[in-house]
């Protein structure tokens, strides 16, 4: 069988990239590094169970009974109570301060209404700013009012304990209405490096060659331009390949991220993100002039995708504006596939759109890496 | 579309002019270079000959002017000279951080070679380099890359070879070597344009081509070049001859005194007045014979009568 010229002359790109990829040693270091530090800072900066926080108690009544609830919440070692006040606006403004993670708010009357059985409200506002501080403290502080309860209503207020909770308990999470979990973050992750190492890499493929006075050569011989880009390109996906492995592992085993979508579904919108990224690296290569322009135009369009997204702040709290240029971002289109998947199992139909987003995006940018490529060394 | 045409020229090219911003680089010239010959392609730096080279197998759009290479367009069928040319650029441009087997290998697949590894096998044996064939070509001295670039743009067996300074800083004997190449290429019915600031390799092309700012001031061959300057020349031998050069400088009849190793050479184009100033100047210690202009006289007078030195140090 005859194999077309065409891929033979991918193959041959395809096999000079490879070789000089492999003999780059810091490069190809940063490419493993890379995803590794960044897992483990974020990773780990958002997993590590903050404890200790400090909190503002608003309460008018000392009951037994209050007090019993509030040296469980201390005992728990999530919350540490700096001050008590009974002024709900003095902790608001320690809370906008940031000077307290949490204010815990017990309403005038609590301890009569919970004895009635009225199921008063108990009220944690966090400063939810900073999720990753925060999320663990309120979701452990049902279990820890209860158990306190449990242990003190004995004899006649017995019947009290039982299920549902003899209170309410109400948490706000103030300035991050989406309240993103660690859950959300590690998915996340795999885009964000994807991202950042794919399209700096590709982005100094044609540089390079420009840079080292190789392109002259390169403009001589009998290749076009999309072989050139094809064979320049592939040898990055064993790259994207390798780190979504480094990334999904790490966040079963060091983040005990859930994983309840289908893997398959997964790797194959992987597989289009990563091409997405180093089509526009190329593209990127094709309009720099040198290799400094490259990380330039990369760090340019690393920016907004890292902010505008949703990766950083929660999508629909950002402005119209803001929303319209994340839409034009593979990135965001790629989270929302890898939460859905990953998180909430979502289905091919569920991320048809998304999926169709990058793909379209990839299109487009190869597009623009064919008209600019150079042909001649004008 | 092949051109099958034996007798067709492989370089055919007219008026071609190169502009980079408002500096004119090329200034129109013109080119017909018949199939298995040697040409030569003089001038002082920033003359062009690069840029000219480029043009001719599709490396750079012309301003203006229109030609074929290889019957081929180089406007718009770029691809097919590129299949059908070798070019070797001026400076280095392989990949250094490539072996010399994988820069070769690299080539060989993109021209499709059958038999990749035996091909590169000769190729590597011809150069002499067998057992440094997986040292990185960067690693090489300057002469042995230019040998490396040699073998690489013929290993296709290309129907043009352009040569652009090829033995810029190769030793005596290995240019002696690459030009005895460059003849066994010919003979296959290889056609090679080859770009020099050498005399003598000058004299080995069947026919040079002189540029100066753009422009070609001359074409033929090395006898032509030389009749055509119309020179008449003297050589001044001895211990005199430094002191000789002075007084010869500006004299009328004196149109050209340069140094040709230790003599000196003192061209005119009226024989007359080049004789009377000779015997102007005092001969203690010095010996003069009449010599043939060497070639590189007549491009001192061809560049002299051009006009003043237009050279560019850019
Ligand atoms: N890419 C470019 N941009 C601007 N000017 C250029 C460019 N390439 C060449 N030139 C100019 O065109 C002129 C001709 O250059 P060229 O390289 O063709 O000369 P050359 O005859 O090859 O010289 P040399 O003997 O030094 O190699 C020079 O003045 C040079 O500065
Ligand atoms: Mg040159």
Redesign the interface.
Known sequence: MQIP?SV??I???F??EL??MR??RLTFGMMLGIPILQLLLFGYAINSDPKDLPTAVVVEEQTPLVRTLLQAMETSGYYRFVMQTDDPRESSDLLARGEVAFVVSFPAGFTERLVRGERPQILIEADASDPSASSNAIAQANTILNRALRHDLAGPLAGLSATPAPFELVTHQNYNPEGITQYNIVPGLLGVILTMTLVMITGMAMTREVE??????L??????PAEVMLGKILPYVAVGAIQTAVILVAARFLFAVPFVGSLGLLLFAVTIFVIANLALGFTFSTIAQSQLQAMQLTFFFFLPSLLLSGFMFPFRGMPPWAQTIGEVLPLTHFLRIVRGVMLKGASLADVQIPLFAISLFTVVVMIVAMLRYR???? | MIATDPNALAIDVRGLVKKFGDKTAVDGVDLQMPRGQVWGFLGPNGSGKTTMIRMICGLLRTTAGEGTCLGFDIAREVNEIKLRTGYMTQKFSFWTDLTIRENLEFVARLHQLDDMSATIDRVIGNLGLMDRQKQLAGDLSGGWKQRLALAAVTMHTPKLLLLDEPTAGVDPQARRDFWDEIHRLTTEGMTVLVSTHYMDEAERCDRIVYLANGKKLTEGSVADVIRESGLFTARAEGDGVRRLASELQGKPGADHVAYFGSALHVSGADEAAMRAAIRDVSSEGVTWTDVRPSLEDAFIALMSRAGEDHRTHS
């Not at chain 1, 403009?219 to 076009?224: C, D, V, W, Y």
């Not at chain 1, 042909?375 to 004008?378: A, F």
């Open positions: 010229s033979l002359r193959w041959a790109v096999v000079k070789v000089q003999r780059d080292r006075g190789t392109m002259e050569n403009l001589a011989m009998p290749a076009h042909r001649t060394l004008d």
